[in-house]
């Protein structure tokens, strides 16, 4: 004997029904909005991609010109460089969007999957399943975004990069150890490229240029020693002959005497022999340039 069904029950079941239909409505809605928004964000990244490319078609044109101006001298190694980064950075822009498409795309999937969920009863088993099978899809959502970060990691060390390489241009280094001198520039001072701001003294690095007559180099030699008294401290160093000059201090001279009237007087000519110091004769550094010295080689 079946139970009756009232109509306050069967009203109930009807009104229950009727909720429900509005519920999967709304979600029907909700879901086809998100699709919307997917495929916005799709067309968004696609368009950044394309921008990137042509950013980085562009940045890759222009090293190739930086190459056959940087062979040529026509431009600093530091504008080469430059390019060299921002080829680099926009390759990684590239990247980055290929990943943020691959993204967005698997994001509409995605949403398209949930609307088809929200289809109503009939559907539900098949929505089930078209999930089931985004599985693998999540899968590469996840290398993508992968991807992504990989190569928005590879923009910021570009740009590592390149802020190294400036601070390197921002560094002036000198060529050597020594003493600033004859100063030209001021703090706060705009300088220009090849402008001179200071000179350096090296005096890790001295010698002695000798001139002596050319009837004393008879018996001269590299490698002779020689005592070097320094007038200023009164005291003797010990060196050494390095080389003796291949002409005469007055082939050197500016402007060199010629006998243009056939005269002819015998003058003796002074040739200049570079003395070096033994290693440790002056550690304090207390040698100058310019200082007067007395010189002389042991030539036996």
């Given at each position: 004997m079946?139970?009756?069904?009232?109509?306050?029950?069967?009203?109930?079941?009807?009104?229950?029904?009727?909720?429900?239909?509005?519920?999967?409505?709304?979600?029907?809605?909700?879901?086809t909005g998100?699709?919307?928004?997917?495929?916005?964000?799709?067309?968004?990244?696609?368009?950044?991609?394309?921008?990137?490319?042509?950013?980085?078609?562009?940045?890759?044109?222009?090293?190739?010109r930086m190459k056959q101006l940087v062979a040529k001298d026509e431009i600093s190694e530091q504008q080469y460089d430059a390019a060299v980064a921002a080829a680099e950075a926009a390759q990684a822009t590239v990247e980055a969007a290929q990943?943020?498409?691959?993204?967005?795309?698997?994001?509409?999937?995605?949403?398209?999957?949930?609307?088809?969920?929200?289809?109503g009863v009939v559907g539900q088993a098949q929505a089930d399943l078209r999930t089931a099978h985004t599985g693998p899809e999540?899968?590469?959502?996840?290398?993508?975004?992968?991807a992504g970060a990989a190569a928005r990691g590879q923009q910021a060390q570009a740009a590592l990069e390149q802020a190294r390489l400036n601070l390197q241009y921002a560094t002036i280094v000198?060529?050597?150890?020594?003493?600033?001198?004859?100063k030209s520039v001021e703090p706060g001072q705009v300088v220009e490229?090849?402008?001179?701001?200071?000179?350096?003294?090296?005096?890790?690095?001295?010698?002695?240029?000798a001139n002596f007559k050319?009837?004393?180099?008879?018996?001269?030699?590299?490698?002779?020693?020689?005592?070097?008294?320094?007038?200023?401290?009164?005291?003797?160093?010990?060196?050494?002959?390095?080389?003796?000059?291949a002409a005469t201090g007055a082939?050197?001279?500016?402007?060199?005497?010629?006998?243009?009237?056939?005269n002819y007087v015998k003058v003796v000519q002074r040739v200049p022999v570079k003395v070096t110091f033994d290693k440790g004769q002056d550690p304090s550094r207390v040698l100058r340039p310019g200082m007067s010295v007395v010189v002389t080689v042991f030539t036996r």
């Open positions: 079946g139970v009756p069904i009232t109509t306050t029950e069967t009203a109930g079941q009807v009104s229950s029904a009727s909720a429900n239909v509005e519920r999967a409505q709304a979600g029907l809605q909700a879901a998100g699709v919307d928004v997917a495929r916005a964000r799709l067309n968004s990244s696609q368009a950044r991609l394309r921008e990137a490319t042509a950013n980085a078609n562009r940045a890759a044109r222009d090293l190739e990943a943020a498409v691959a993204e967005a795309d698997l994001g509409v999937q995605v949403a398209q999957s949930q609307r088809a969920q929200a289809g999540q899968v590469q959502a996840s290398k993508a975004r992968e000198a060529p050597a150890d020594g003493v600033v001198s004859k490229p090849s402008q001179p701001l200071l000179a350096i003294v090296p005096l890790q690095d001295i010698w002695v240029t050319e009837t004393q180099l008879r018996d001269m030699r590299p490698g002779q020693e020689v005592n070097i008294s320094v007038d200023a401290y009164g005291r003797t160093y010990k060196g050494r002959v390095q080389s003796i000059a082939r050197f001279s500016l402007l060199p005497p010629e006998n243009a009237t056939g």
